[in-house]
């Protein structure tokens, strides 16, 4: 049986790849989380839209939990 995850808390999530030769669709999910530059760090509720997002950029992103 699948775990099931609880959205609740923070979560701080560093971009640590370039966005550059990347789709326009990965930079906009980018602009949404409000990263756009190598390091560049930010604070965000835990909720299945954050998660979905960072999900689709995790290539270019760390995440850790607060």
């Known amino acids: 049986m699948k775990e099931e995850i609880k959205y609740e ?8 790849r370039s966005a ?3 789709t326009q669709r990965a930079k906009d999910t980018l602009a949404a989380l409000g990263l756009g530059r190598i390091g560049k760090v ?3 509720a835990f909720n299945p839209a954050v998660a979905g997002m960072v999900k689709k950029v995790r290539h270019l ?3 850790e939990k607060i």
């Open 9 to 16: 808390g923070k979560i701080r999530v560093k971009q640590t």
């Open 20 to 22: 550059c030769q990347r």
């Open 42 to 44: 930010q604070e965000l």
């Open 61 to 63: 992103v760390s995440v």
